[in-house]
């Protein structure tokens, strides 16, 4: 049994490997609803929706969840669920940054990165390329 709930997995595939941010989206709210709404994964799920509003022509939206998102995220340790959530903290807050001085200095949407740090974790990813998600069932 990993330690790794399937949506969480799944959530990295969309964000690492499709760059689906609504997809990110949709399992990471059943899976926080499911985890008695966790603020670790609220805010892993607004930084999602932050990066989906920007490239959807909604700045606005996009600077309100990178908000929210970086409020939950930064009391967490660098090193939390099996990835470099310090880097995603620190890209996020420079993607904010951005947004904020965006009417000075216009910049197209741009993706973030996750680094994988367990190898347990890696190893599911890697299952799931072999099996991808059409076959993970979400509400």
């Known amino acids: 049994m990993s ?3 399937r949506l969480y997995v799944a959530f990295l595939y969309y ?11 949709e399992v990471m ?3 926080w ?8 994964y609220q805010g892993l799920l607004q930084i999602a929706v932050g990066l989906y509003h920007h490239g959807n022509g909604n700045p606005n939206g ?4 990178f908000s929210a998102g970086l409020d939950k995220l930064v009391p ?3 090193h939390t669920l099996g990835i470099d959530l310090g880097l995603l903290v620190k890209d996020s807050e420079v993607y904010l940054g951005k947004l904020l001085n965006l009417k000075e200095e216009p910049f197209l949407p741009y993706d973030l990165d996750i680094v994988i740090l367990d190898q347990e974790l890696v190893s599911l990813l890697d ?3 072999l099996n991808p998600p059409a ?3 979400h509400e």
Request: hydrophobic content about 25%.
């Open 3 to 5: 330690g790794y709930d």
């Open 29 to 31: 709210e059943e899976l």
């Open 33 to 40: 609803l499911e985890e008695g709404r966790n603020p670790l």
């Open 62 to 65: 996009s600077i309100k969840l």
């Open 135 to 137: 076959t993970i069932e």
């Open 15 to 25: 964000w690492i490997d499709q760059r689906d941010y609504f997809e990110c989206h």
């Open 76 to 78: 967490y340790p660098d």
């Open 127 to 129: 299952e799931l390329r």
